[in-house]
């Protein structure tokens, strides 16, 4: 089946540093790829729509300088939280769908922990 | 506009008992249905769906019907097993939206032996 990797898979790092996760789809193309973010015990908050060849698209509230979107081909879009802060602690999630049609279930990557002190 | 509704949890289980999470959904046009399993530390995975009325998905003996007179999308599962301990997430996605999904709030199941 479809397979989407993320890495890394954990970070701790301190405040102020940049971290960059990827998320590739293994063995298809994927024009579009979604980035979430999951608070404890919540559900998925879509972040961003990462379209390849395009600037992505962002969700209300979602601060486009402090997380920057690159899909620079069609099986990989970055995610990077710049000058992270301990309020940027979360678990992030990419997915991404074989096509374009709304029958196609998302896939996901097995997320990122992210942990800043 | 699209939004899913989903029975809170935490739903506790004794091994073999009968699972029913519910989940109903609100969509402009005529959305696919998904359920997804999160375990501990992981990802999501797609667990089972439905793309039109009256479509059953089912996949490791659970099951949820495409009910479009009553908008909803119930998982169900007639004999629990302790390793089926995670959170579940109803979803849809909609065309009409770019294909983008729509969660449920999630429903944390533990089984215990």
């Known amino acids: 089946g479809a397979v989407v990797s993320q890495h890394p898979s954990r970070v701790i790092c301190k405040s102020g540093t940049s971290v960059k996760i990827e998320c590739r789809s293994l063995?298809?193309?994927?024009?579009?790829m979604f980035w979430y973010r999951q608070f404890p015990k919540q559900s998925l908050m879509l972040m961003a729509t990462s379209n390849e060849g395009s600037k992505a698209t962002y969700e209300q509230g979602v601060e486009k300088d402090k997380f920057l979107i690159n899909h620079a081909s069609l099986t990989l879009s970055t995610l990077t939280v710049t000058s992270a802060h301990p309020e940027d602690s979360s678990f992030y999630i990419c997915?991404?769908?074989?096509?374009?049609?709304?029958?196609?279930?998302?896939?996901f990557g097995d997320g990122t922990r992210l942990s800043i002190l | 506009g699209n939004s899913v509704t989903q029975m809170e949890g935490p739903v506790t289980l004794s091994e073999e008992a009968f699972l029913t999470i519910n989940c109903t959904y609100t969509?402009?046009?005529?959305?696919?249905l998904f359920w997804y399993v999160q375990y501990p530390g992981e990802g999501l995975q797609l667990l089972l769906k439905a793309t039109k009325a009256d479509d059953k998905g089912s996949n490791k003996g659970f099951e949820a019907t495409y009910r479009k007179e009553t908008t909803s999308f119930h998982l169900e599962k007639g004999s629990v097993q302790v390793s089926d301990s995670a959170v579940y997430f109803c979803?849809?996605?909609?065309?009409?939206?770019?294909?983008?999904?729509?969660f449920g709030t999630g429903t944390s199941l533990t089984v215990i032996p």
């Open positions: 997915s991404a769908s074989r096509g374009s049609y709304s029958n196609q279930p998302q896939h």
């Open positions: 063995d298809f193309q994927a024009t579009t």
């Open positions: 979803a849809l996605s909609d065309l009409g939206t770019g294909n983008q999904f729509y």
């Open positions: 969509a402009t046009g005529y959305p696919s």
